[in-house]
């Protein structure tokens, strides 16, 4: 552009400098994305019937469910599915929660601990988070006492006892207090 065209000096800044603002109308929505994963999924169970032998302290390897939430460091209890009684807790220390590879829902329990149970030769095991014991809460206030109770029969009446006669020698002074004792006379 020549500085010395006017016309077009005009025209380029007519078009440029006076710029209008866009209309302020939104566009269309765009598509929604897939959903993501659930992120508090932990039930699942062993696809397969599977031997385990938990020993105190020890760890297991075995196959579950994958997309679960599990990381490392998350306590688990490992239940029978035929025999609830063979049970055992946990912790993961591994867990591959993909689908498409070979170790897909493999899962590692470590640091094994309140074993139950005597473990038959296979079953299949459910996997859950384990329930956790809260604190204890305040002692509640002491009730109101209770109503009393009917009065007992009365017992019965024991065998009189007989009366000591003091007698002084004297008929007419004498005195009777507990059992009869004769004192005689005195001289």
């Known amino acids: 552009m020549s500085r010395n065209n ?9 078009t ?17 994305g897939a959903a993501g994963n659930p992120g508090d999924i932990y039930s699942s169970s062993t ?19 994958t997309g679960l939430s599990y990381i490392i460091g998350t306590p688990v209890y490992v239940v029978g599915n035929t025999i609830p009684a063979n ?8 867990y591959n929660a993909t689908t498409n590879t070979v170790n897909s829902g493999r899962i590692t329990v470590s640091n094994i601990s309140a074993i139950h149970g005597t473990f038959p030769a296979t079953d299949t095991y459910n996997i859950n988070l384990p329930g ?8 509640g206030p002491t009730g109101p006492t209770g109503a009393k109770g009917p ?13 000591i ?10 005195y009777a207090i507990g059992p009869v004792f004769d004192c005689g006379a005195i001289l």
Request: overall charge negative; cysteine-free; hydrophobic content about 25%.
């Open 132 to 139: 956790f014991v809260g604190i204890t809460g305040p002692t």
């Open 87 to 94: 049970n055992f807790t946990g912790t993961v220390t591994y």
């Open 6 to 14: 006017q016309n077009l000096l005009d025209s380029y800044l007519n």
């Open 165 to 174: 006669i003091f007698d002084g020698g004297y008929p007419q002074t004498s």
């Open 47 to 65: 696809p397969t019937s599977i031997s385990l032998s938990p020993t105190l302290g020890g760890a297991l390897t075995f196959y579950v469910g």
């Open 16 to 32: 440029y400098s006076n710029a209008q603002p866009v209309d302020g109308t939104t566009g269309p929505t765009g598509v929604t």
């Open 151 to 163: 009065t007992g029969n009365t017992g019965d009446v024991g065998p009189t006892g007989g009366a």
